[in-house]
């Protein structure tokens, strides 16, 4: 049995699907903490856990177009290059996934808002080891990621990314050993992997075991055949996955988290309930409002925020974590149901879809309608 070395897993998990292992905190959990706690970190597993001996552990990296490689223990990475660190999402492009089975079935975990996080990531640039190794971007190179996971076939977990975002110092792509200030646990990739902030969960390839500087994507079934979205007219009779391409930045979307959907009954005190949420858009865009409606839309009103501030922390395009926001949302005296709504806009000023309508996908990726709660009241 491939998953009989699995590591302990936190019992509050939601756990969508035990082998391989994917599980997602409760949603309120989930907005208690600006820094997500490991053990309330999203798992995403396609495949068993490597079980990686440290003194064995080496990353190699090929220059596909000199057939120049070299190989890399943990130690060999820390020694030479500088360390350095980046608040960032990982977020599945499943997140959400599961409110999109309301306007048709989807096929993929039937994922709720939760599969996602915001961790401090330490680790070493990975532009600072490709320049080191003579790598100068180029905008049609690509950096293909492969894990030490491996499926029955020996192939192992591999995704790509653009050189340009790896290659580019305001991307803030780096090879990860910590998370949260501690060394990374089995789950999350021990004891290396590749942090892409902006960036589709997908590409943040754990149990980092190989670098390619490539002119084409990786090839892997993960970069060609899945990750992509499509119009909500393509259905599995007609999907042809070399039309679309890879999704890379996620778009902006937001959440509410507590009250949490499913608990469906909230006492109210002081005539408020408090709500929040998270918000977030790919590609280092900033959150620059969400906005809150208890009426189906006909007013809104603006969220506080909790975000990582311009200037001292990040500066403009390099906003990788996510925002919190609150809001107190009056209950009046012998109301029974409230629901509502939030939607987040970016620096971009794109914001969410109001449905999932238009933008269903039969893979549900990318699932970024406007959150909708209905609660009732006690
Ligand atoms: N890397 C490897 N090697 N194997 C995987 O299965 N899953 C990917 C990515 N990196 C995966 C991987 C996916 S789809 C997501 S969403 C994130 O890891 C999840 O990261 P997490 O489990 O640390 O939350
Ligand atoms: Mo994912």
Same mark, same amino acid.
């Given at each position: 049995n491939p998953y009989s070395n699995e590591p302990e897993r936190n019992p509050e998990f939601i756990v969508r699907l035990e082998q391989p292992y994917n599980a997602e905190p409760p949603l309120s959990k989930l907005v208690e903490n600006f820094i997500t706690p490991v053990e309330l970190f999203y798992v995403r597993n396609h495949l068993p856990v490597p079980n990686i001996d440290i003194k064995e552990y080496e990353l190699e990296v090929e220059i596909e177009s000199t057939g120049k490689t070299k190989t890399f223990s943990l130690n060999d990475l820390k020694k030479k290059f500088e360390k350095t660190g980046v608040v960032a999402v990982v977020m599945c492009g499943g997140n959400r996934r599961s409110e999109m089975n309301g306007v048709k079935e989807v096929r993929g975990l039937a994922w709720s808002g939760a599969a996602c996080g915001n961790a401090v990531w330490t680790g070493i640039r990975l532009c600072d080891l490709l320049s080191a190794m003579g790598v100068k971007s180029d905008e049609s190179s690509h950096v293909i990621l492969e894990g030490y996971d491996r499926d029955p076939t020996y192939t192992p977990y591999a995704t790509s990314i653009p050189l340009s975002k790896a290659m580019d110092p305001r991307g803030d792509v780096i090879l990860a050993y910590e998370m949260n200030g501690e060394p990374l646990t089995r789950d999350h990739g021990f004891p290396l992997r590749c942090i892409v902030p902006g960036v589709v969960g997908a590409r943040n390839v754990k149990w980092l075991g190989k670098i390619t500087i490539s002119k084409n994507e990786a090839e892997s079934h993960w970069q060609q055949g899945d990750y992509k979205a499509f119009s909500p007219s393509t259905d599995w009779d007609n999907v042809d996955f070399k039309t679309a391409p890879a999704i890379q930045n996620m778009p902006v979307t937001s959440a509410?988290?507590? *009250? @949490? *959907? @499913?608990?469906?009954e909230i006492k109210i005190v002081d005539g408020f309930m408090e709500v929040k949420g998270y918000a977030y858009s790919g590609g280092g865009n900033k959150i620059i409002r969400v906005d809150v409606t208890y009426d189906q839309g006909k007013t809104w009103h603006i969220a506080d925020l909790q975000q990582l501030s311009d200037g001292e922390n990040v500066s403009a395009g390099r906003h990788y974590a996510w925002t919190l926001w609150t809001i107190r949302v009056p209950i009046e005296k012998d109301q029974k149901y409230v629901e509502v709504w939030s939607k987040a806009v970016d620096s971009n000023y794109n914001c969410q879809p109001e449905t999932f309508k238009n933008t269903w996908n039969l893979r549900g990726v990318v699932a970024n309608a406007y959150s909708r709660v209905g609660v009732n009241l006690i």
């Open positions: 509410i988290c507590s *009250p @949490n *959907p @499913n608990d469906h």
